[in-house]
């Protein structure tokens, strides 16, 4: 049973580029959650997708941007880095509905350098 | 923003010690959660209490819930290297907007 996986590992862009992320959720899982994580911070929620729609947003700029696809993997897309978009990107997944609990599984996260 | 404040934000104990952290947090929750996460890597999820929930075991750690205080502990037992991590609480608020807001983590280091 596969966990979450999450791609690129690592990745290094400079300011004003572009950069998508990707991960896929745990088998069975339909729910797709976005955090970032400064360095000594905790995570910060970005988004959440279900049923390939936003359902949730926390404070982040428009930059950020994602997709879910119908097989529930989904992309987390941020435009015009800046500097202080280096972290580590977080992806959990969880299944929706049903269940009053909301465990999170989450990836190994990608590494993301804004030079 | 952060929801919860975990206390201390570092602690070293000697291998074999018990190891105490406590999060607070400011809004009613539904359930809260804690997290590991070793250097920088994925967190791993702990133990989740429910807000009806006053205390929980597994294994080698015991989570405590204090509603009327808006705080929370978790205490592990008998640590051991592998224990050498950041731990962090997350909450659930109570509308169920399926947001989980994390605190700040506490480092903790267990000395050989």
């Known amino acids: 049973d596969a966990g979450v996986t999450q791609s690129p590992t690592h990745l290094i862009k400079t300011r004003g580029q572009q950069v998508t992320l990707r991960c896929s959720p745990k088998?069975?899982?339909?729910?797709v959650s976005w955090y970032q994580q400064a360095l000594g911070q905790g995570p910060q929620f970005i988004f959440q997708y279900y049923e390939e729609e936003e359902r949730q947003r926390g404070n982040f700029p428009d930059r950020f941007s994602g997709h879910q696809f119908p097989n529930y993997s989904s992309e987390l897309n941020v435009n015009a880095l800046l500097l202080g978009d280096s972290a580590l990107y977080l992806c959990?997944?969880?299944?929706?509905?049903?269940?009053?609990?909301?465990?999170?599984?989450f990836g190994p996260g990608t590494r993301l350098t804004v030079l | 923003s952060q929801q919860g404040e975990e206390d201390p934000q570092a602690l070293s104990i000697q291998e074999g010690e018990n190891a105490t952290m406590n999060c607070s947090y400011k809004t009613s929750i539904n359930n809260l959660q804690w997290y590991r996460q070793n250097s920088g890597r994925g967190l791993v999820h702990l133990i989740l209490?429910?807000?009806?929930?006053r205390e929980k075991h597994s294994g080698r750690l015991r989570v405590t819930l204090d509603t009327s205080k808006k705080s929370s502990s978790l205490l592990i037992t008998a640590s051991r290297a592998a224990d050498t991590a950041s731990y962090f609480c997350?909450?659930?608020?109570?509308?169920?907007?399926?947001?989980?807001?994390f605190g700040k983590g506490t480092r903790l280091h267990i000395l050989p």
């Open positions: 997350a909450t659930e608020a109570l509308n169920r907007d399926d947001k989980i807001i």
């Open positions: 959990a997944s969880s299944l929706a509905g049903g269940a009053t609990d909301n465990e999170q599984f």
């Open positions: 088998s069975g899982h339909d729910t």
């Open positions: 209490i429910r807000s009806n929930e």
